[in-house]
């Protein structure tokens, strides 16, 4: 059973860097032909699919964010990262990293909340 | 702004039948499955129904899901008290690259 587990600070500076890794455990981040993906959900709002990672790195992200957005994977740490630049009190979010649209094999990390404030 | 749209809310009793409605386009529903979630406040969202209509093991058959162009429903029979919880289509839209879509969100409230 794949597990997913969100790090990194919970507290950013506005205009900083977001920088979150996601590891997996319980099964290789290679295996499978699966895309890692990064979603977010403000206080009492929607989710907002941020972007994904295929093994090899290849990426796709979400348009409204692409600008800002670099998402990496590190297969011999079996874990992928986040990295939202020039980050807003509009970023602070519960950040959450995902295997999704697999069929039934879905999973979520629990979520990690950062907050953009100086 | 969501590129799906689902009505805020919903609100049923116990035992009766309740819909969401998930309404994309052509270049997301009514080019690719949907999938939906439900989340339970504090906890991540959970896969509820995948490829339109099938339900991961574990998920009550009450669940159930559908689509026809570019319109997706999920439906709930026999609404039970553990089913208050906020509801979410998702679909990849081919559109600008790729990338994937989620619709607003469905408070849904058993009465």
């Known amino acids: 059973q794949v597990q997913l587990q969100e790090s990194g600070p919970g507290l950013v500076k506005p205009s900083q860097t977001l920088s979150l890794t996601c590891i997996v455990s319980?099964?290789?981040?290679?295996?499978?032909?699966?895309?890692w993906s990064w979603i977010r959900q403000p206080a009492g709002k929607g989710l907002e699919w941020i972007g994904r990672v295929y093994a090899s790195g290849s990426t796709n992200y979400n348009p409204s964010l692409k600008s800002r957005v670099t998402i990496s994977v590190d297969t011999s740490k079996n874990q992928f990262s986040l990295k939202l630049s020039s980050v807003t009190a509009a970023d602070t979010a519960v950040y959450y990293c995902a295997r999704i649209f697999v069929g039934p094999r879905d999973c979520w990390g629990q979520g990690t909340l950062v907050t953009v404030s100086s | 702004q969501s590129v799906l749209t689902q009505p805020p809310s919903a609100s049923g009793t116990p035992g009766q039948r309740v819909t969401i409605s998930c309404s994309g386009g052509?270049?997301?529903?009514?080019?690719?499955?949907v999938n939906w979630y439900q989340q339970l406040p504090g906890t991540a969202p959970k896969l509820l129904i995948y490829?339109?209509?099938e339900r991961p093991s574990g998920v009550p058959d009450r669940f159930s899901g559908s689509k026809s162009g570019t319109s997706a429903s999920l439906a709930i029979s026999g609404l039970q008290s553990e089913d208050e919880a906020d509801y979410y289509c998702?679909?990849?839209?081919?559109?600008?690259?790729?990338?994937?879509?989620f619709g607003g969100g469905t408070k849904l409230t058993v009465l």
């Open positions: 490829s339109n209509n």
């Open positions: 319980g099964g290789s981040i290679t295996s499978g032909s699966y895309y």
């Open positions: 998702a679909a990849w839209d081919v559109s600008l690259n790729g990338y994937v879509v």
């Open positions: 052509s270049s997301s529903i009514g080019s690719n499955t």
